[in-house]
């Protein structure tokens, strides 16, 4: 279960608990960082696991898509990058589905993941290549919506990856981890 934290709690940004209501994985983002773009991915007992920013300059501003890049923490400083994700701007009217590339690419790879549905509605699903559901979105029971939502994760895919691509949705949404 995903619960958002307002801006005024520790800076904004989501937990995600497990049935238990234990907390298996927190998300910083801008209110924390003070960086717009930047996203930090914590475990259940707050280390450091993925470092998460968008990519800026004068290329990715003429770029028909935002790219984002999660990086692995090592000792507290990004180290090796895990994945890269590609979301198409708004001001295009191109086919909305989100990409994700798993680093390294392998030869002639555009994309591993896919991220399709719509995660406003809270009703979407990061799919592989081969279209099977790797994690889904949604909303369950009475305490579902906005602020509380599912993420179930399929057995044999990594947790923290999906928690990772469901921060820079949250982010590329304006939701709790953006400023």
């Known amino acids: 279960m995903v ?3 307002p801006p005024t709690v520790n800076g904004g940004g989501f937990v995600v608990t497990d049935q238990n ?3 298996v994985f927190s998300v910083d983002g801008c209110g924390i960082l003070g960086a717009s773009g930047q996203l930090i991915v914590r475990d259940g007992d707050g280390n450091a696991i993925l470092f998460i920013h968008k990519k800026e300059g004068v290329v990715q501003a003429l ?3 935002n790219r984002w890049r999660g990086y692995l923490m090592d000792y507290g400083e990004p180290s090796k990058l895990v994945f890269s994700l590609q979301d198409p701007k708004p001001v295009l009217c191109m086919k909305g589905d989100v990409q ?3 680093e390294p690419k392998g030869r002639n790879r555009h994309w591993d993941y896919e991220v399709t549905g719509s995660f406003v509605q809270r009703s ?4 592989n290549r ?3 559901v790797a994690a889904q979105i949604g909303v369950k029971g009475m305490t579902a919506g906005r602020d509380f939502y599912q993420v179930v994760v399929q057995p044999g ?5 999906v928690i990772g691509v469901i921060a820079i949705l949250d982010n590329i949404h304006g939701e709790s981890t953006r400023c």
């Open 157 to 161: 895919y990594d947790q923290a990856f």
């Open 124 to 127: 979407c699903a990061i799919k």
């Open 130 to 132: 081969a279209g099977h």
């Open 3 to 5: 619960h958002r934290r």
């Open 100 to 102: 994700v590339t798993v």
């Open 21 to 23: 209501q234990r907390a």
């Open 63 to 65: 770029s028909v898509n």
